[in-house]
């Protein structure tokens, strides 16, 4: 052959040989970047090393061949996740609340109502604690206590309901609280929203719930899951006691007041904003505005009558 061909093809081989390592160089350089190194063991593949207990080698060729699930075990940090079992449900906080004695007085007879608090007085003396129990689990006086407001629209929602529970649980004193009246009390106990019902151990309270503004309220299971009381079926109560739930003591339309210090709030806010437009540049240009026309029509004026 001719020597020029054979050099010809020699240079060709070379110049494939270096294309194929910069292609192969670019492609490890590429499983790097992205977290795959490829440690060679000089004689082109990959050493997966001394693999212990807990431990994967988390290398190109383990992934690509499969070996991380023959050799990782479940310990490991990065699946241990996998084998988790699912947190068990934590068990209902419990209390223990003392049972009046059912049987009713001689020729007396005793109408549940919904207590309603007028003053820091008739709270203090509603969440009095009756004897010396100190724990949850231990017989105490339990108040059921309804925050609210007549203002709110969603407290009017649930405002039948609520004159229904003293009925549904006889043995429980169910009391209503105006939060926006006793707002010192809001802060005490971590009142954030409305309507909001707590639960109230030897005057401690423990249980806080949120109901939502529907019909379905799920009341009774919440008082039912967290204390040892039962409820009096509905359908069992007389027609004429839900018909006086839907009437009072608490309405179902919400009240209508002038609120004075939103009045105030917004004044505030009116002067603040004219003192500011009063200093900018717009203001002074329009007051000058107007002098001029002022003057000019003032000058217009006393022509005409010369």
């Given at each position: 052959?001719?020597?020029n ?16 390592q ?11 970047y992205?977290?795959?190194n ?11 090393g001394?693999?212990?207990r ?6 190109f ?22 084998s988790e ?9 419990m ?9 009713p ?16 007085k008739?709270?203090v ?28 629209l ?20 169910v009391?209503?609280?105006?939060a926006y ?33 529907n019909?379905?309220v ?14 009096v ?9 839900l018909a ?5 003591p608490l ?11 939103l ?16 200093q900018?540049?717009?203001w ?12 000019e ?10």
């Open positions: 052959m001719h020597p061909v054979n050099l010809l093809i020699l240079i060709f081989l070379g110049l494939f040989a270096a294309r194929a910069a292609e192969l160089s670019g492609l490890l350089g590429i499983l790097q992205f977290g795959l490829l440690q060679s063991n000089g004689t082109g593949s990959a050493a997966l001394k693999v212990t807990g431990q994967c080698p988390y290398s060729e383990s992934y690509a061949l499969m070996q991380d699930r023959h050799i990782c075990f479940p310990d490991d940090e990065h699946i241990l996740h996998l079992l699912p947190q068990q449900r934590k068990p209902p906080l209390i223990k609340c003392l049972q009046p004695d059912p049987a007085q001689a020729g007396v007879v005793t109408v549940p109502k919904l207590l309603i608090m007028q003053s820091a008739d709270i003396n509603l969440l009095k604690p009756i004897g010396n129990a100190t724990k949850r689990h231990e017989p105490g006086s339990c108040v059921l206590v309804h925050f609210c407001t007549p203002t709110s969603e407290c009017a929602r649930v405002a039948a309901y609520v004159n229904l529970l003293p009925h549904l649980f006889p043995t429980l004193p009391a209503y609280i105006d009246e006793f707002t010192r009390f809001n802060a005490e106990f971590g009142i954030a929203s409305l309507p909001t019902l707590m639960i109230f151990h030897q005057g401690r309270p423990l249980i806080k719930y949120d109901p939502p503004s019909e379905n799920s009341v009774p299971s919440f008082i039912m899951r967290h204390t040892n009381l039962k409820y079926n509905p359908r069992t109560l007389r027609p004429y006691i006086w739930a839907k009437d009072g309405a179902s339309v919400p009240t209508v007041t002038t609120d004075f210090y009045i105030l709030a917004w004044a505030f806010i009116l002067i603040c904003l004219a003192n500011y437009v009063r900018t540049l717009f002074k240009q329009l007051v000058e505005m107007v002098q001029r026309n002022w003057r029509s003032e000058e217009t004026q006393m022509e005409m009558i010369d």
